[in-house]
Nanobody
Framework: QVRLVESGGGLVQDEGSLSLSCAAS????????MGWFRQAPGKEREFVAA????????YYADFVKGRFTISRDNAKNTVYLQMNSLNSEDTAVYYC?????????????????WGQGTQVTVSS
């Protein structure tokens, strides 16, 4: 079993920045592909970014390219999402997710484990 705990959400002004963290339990974290998803009120959960087990490959949704950066520190069992140039459309609950098979990517069905989410609110 893997437990994921997100942190770092909050209220930020338009064009501001936030850094999210996701701490994972378990000694096999380094084998997992990790992803970030988000869900705005009344909308489906959508893919934001993903990173391979080694950190050498990253994937981004088109709407965050150039603004968000995903990274990981396997020694700390933590994955990060640096978010810059935020706007009101980025307001959502952000979730991290783990794929123990190491594939990851943009599809929700690949991820077996999910955190509880952290709220990000961007005020204009």
């Amino acid at each position: 079993q893997v437990r994921l705990v997100e942190s770092g959400g909050g209220l930020v002004q338009d064009e501001g920045s936030l850094s999210l963290s996701c701490a994972a339990s378990g000694r096999t974290f380094r084998n997992y592909a990790m992803g970030w998803f988000r869900q705005a009120p009344g909308k489906e959960r959508e893919f934001v970014a993903a990173i391979s087990w080694s950190g050498s490959t990253t994937y981004y949704a088109d709407f965050v390219k150039g603004r968000f950066t995903i990274s990981r520190d396997n020694a700390k069992n933590t994955v990060y999402l640096q978010m810059n140039s935020l706007n009101s459309e980025d307001t959502a609950v952000y979730y991290c997710a783990a794929d123990p098979r190491g594939y990851g990517g943009s599809s929700k069905i690949r991820y077996d484990y999910w955190g509880q989410g952290t709220q990000v609110t961007v005020s204009s």
